[in-house]
């Protein structure tokens, strides 16, 4: 299929069948943002005179870009129509993901500042050499997807001076959004939303959007879903009534669990709102940051976001605790979270909440602080103060970090000590030790997996019982 666009065709077919395609980086002609650009940006807004169909390149355009390189990206897209309010406009923006997944040799990930893009070799060898046939792509897309947009015009930066100011002000936005969200918590409302727009990625995927706990991909909060569900109620986001309250210290509601049945075609069918451990909220792709349990703490967690080089304190770096993560899987101990819902009251309360996070990276750390609770944001441990694991609880003992008072915490720490002695005494080898956990089924406990010595064999296997915080509320 080819596709029409103002004053030309484009060279490659555009449809929602080419969502999902993956471009490697060998396949890649260019890449737009990612973790290798330092600003990057996609912002949505409303703007009743806004010039329809009009595309504005500020910088370089493709044909003028050396092949296989990381540039800047800004996508800036401007919407009209007399039924447009500001609240849609966080919506309106997560389509912009949709719609270039949408273009045969254009794979889009992530959202807001972490937005990355690829555009393959073989589109650009089609004829797909400028950022002109992108904007007139996205610009007929968001008209017919969404046909309360009237008008819209679309603004790209790829000059990395110039990008800075438009990227300030996308911040400015976000963090008012972000700022709107956090005065609303989820006892004061009666309705919830829900999303599935992340289930052509992650099937099994809905999001469940309360107050306190803002969309996993960051961009979507009560607010933006109540405005996108009232003008399409039918569309991907739409209302969820939370029904009867099953454990309000869990997060357990009646109607949240018939729409994950119903939505996961009955592949999962309870969700804790307010916990990573037990019945988790399922994770796609496409989560800000991922809320780690840490079993060496008996019930710490350590939190690291998209933007993180390097590894966590667990050896792992964000890309291999994301696809353990996502694919739309209830996974007990990795939660995709939004940077925001760390900031909420409710934040994982049922496994013990902010107080039992022992370890932040430091991009996501150095973006919270000032609003991480006063008399724990310095007792939180980053890379720069505890890069291994074996010099956390020493960490934790030298700031009086909550979790040294709690009995899991207690228990772990001694249970290291004994198999340090006993690894002293029957030591041959000791060449190192692997640690594993496995999730409980639906989501309880589980069992801590230690292979100790095993670069030849394995010399021993411990498995133990992880405790689940039950009702334990601290
Ligand atoms: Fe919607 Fe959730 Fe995907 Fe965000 S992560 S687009 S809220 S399904
Ligand atoms: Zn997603």
Partial sequence: MSFEFFGGTSPVDVGPVYEGERIRGKQMYIEFGGPKVEKHFELCRVNQDATDGKVTIIGPDIKDMEEGSSVPIGIHIEVAGPQLEEDLEAVFERRIHEFCNFVNGIMHLNQRYTNWMRLSKTAYEKGFDSLNILGAILIRLFKAELPIIEKAQVTFYTDAEKIKEPHAMA???YNARDERARGLHDEDVDMYYGCVLCQSFAPTHACCITP????????INWFDA?????????????EVPPGE???AFAGEFSGVNDMIKKRSLGEI????????MEFPHTSCGCFEAIDFFIPETGVGHGIIDRSHNGVALNGLPFSAMANQTGGGKQMPGFNGISIQYILSPKFQQYDGGIKMVVWMGKTVKDRIYELLPEDLRDKIATEEDVSDLNDLPAWLEKVKHPIIETEEYKAAVAGVEEEEEWEEEGAMMPVGTVGMTIPGVGGAGGFKVILKNCKIHAESIIIKKIESRRGKKK
């Avoid at 069918?269 to 990573?276: E, M, V």
């Fill in 171 to 173: 911040m400015k936005v």
């Fill in 212 to 219: 306190d706990r803002t969309s996993l991909c960051g961009s």
């Fill in 226 to 238: 109540r405005a996108a569900a009232k003008v399409d109620p039918k569309g991907p986001l739409y």
């Fill in 245 to 247: 309250c099953l454990d």
């Fill in 269 to 276: 069918s309870r969700i804790y709102l307010y916990s990573g």
